[in-house]
């Protein structure tokens, strides 16, 4: 049984790449596989970001925008997966993802229920739950389960194998990583391309 954490800046443009190169490669493996999609906001991800973008991160209002608009997404992400679950939460991420970044839009209430009416998702019941404590919770979680695990970026990638008895059966890809990348870490092979830092848990 494979297990892979996801962790992602839920706008980011590394990890909307890096998300479509993780499925491409889990789908054809017929292993029971656990997937985890776990959105992370915090200063280090949001100027990675920003750098991927080619902006300033020195700007304090191009930092502001990312910022909040992470955040936002995060909130959004938990609020969703409370409501309706994981599944149309993780569709909800994608389709923000691709508004934001392929479509260049900005974060808002317009798109988000654009996209909560395109997934057939309650706008009332979303905007209801919310800001409800258990939100909170859940993003302290995962805030939590990434510092347990020395997550310090984004896109970062978490494979544990645990049909592997060879006692190093977790192995960790920082930064973007593609589709062979991907199946190497998940059959074992450190030889991965010396563009991402790779090290086991």
């Given at each position: 049984?494979?297990?892979?954490?996801?962790?992602?800046?839920?706008?980011?443009?590394n990890?909307?790449q890096?998300?479509?190169?993780?499925?491409?490669?889990?789908?054809?493996?017929?292993?029971?596989i656990s997937?985890?999609?776990?959105?992370i906001?915090?200063?280090?991800?949001?100027?990675?970001?920003?750098?991927?973008r080619h902006?300033a991160?020195?700007?304090?209002?191009v930092?502001?925008?990312?910022?909040?608009?992470?955040?936002?997404?995060?909130?959004?992400?938990h609020?969703l997966?409370?409501?309706?679950?994981?599944?149309?939460a993780?569709?909800?991420?994608?389709?923000?993802?691709?508004?934001?970044?392929?479509?260049g839009?900005?974060?808002?209430?317009?798109?988000?229920?654009?996209i909560?009416?395109?997934?057939?998702?309650?706008?009332?019941?979303?905007?209801?739950?919310?800001?409800s404590?258990?939100?909170?919770?859940?993003?302290d979680?995962?805030?939590?389960?990434?510092?347990?695990?020395?997550?310090?970026t984004?896109?970062?990638t978490?494979?544990?194998?645990?049909d592997?008895d060879?006692?190093?059966?977790?192995m960790m890809?920082?930064?973007?990583?593609n589709?062979?990348?991907?199946?190497?870490?998940i059959?074992?092979?450190?030889?991965?391309?010396?563009?991402?830092?790779?090290?086991?848990?």
């Open positions: 049984m494979f297990e892979i954490f996801f962790f992602v800046n839920p706008i980011g443009i990890c909307y890096n998300e479509r190169e993780i499925s491409a490669a889990v789908s054809g493996y017929k292993q029971n997937y985890h999609f776990i959105p906001t915090n200063m280090n991800t949001i100027r990675n970001d920003i750098k991927a902006l991160s020195s700007n304090v209002r930092f502001n925008t990312f910022s909040q608009s992470a955040y936002n997404a995060t909130k959004d992400y609020t997966k409370l409501i309706v679950g994981n599944k149309k993780r569709q909800y991420i994608i389709k923000l993802q691709h508004a934001i970044n392929d479509m839009k900005t974060y808002s209430r317009e798109l988000v229920n654009e909560l009416t395109s997934l057939d998702v309650s706008i009332k019941n979303f905007n209801k739950n919310r800001e404590n258990y939100i909170k919770l859940s993003m979680k995962d805030l939590k389960l990434a510092d347990d695990l020395n997550v310090v984004t896109p970062t978490i494979i544990f194998n645990y592997d060879r006692g190093d059966s977790g890809i920082e930064g973007c990583a589709r062979e990348e991907i199946e190497a870490a059959a074992g092979d450190k030889q991965t391309s010396s563009d991402n830092s790779l090290r086991l848990l």
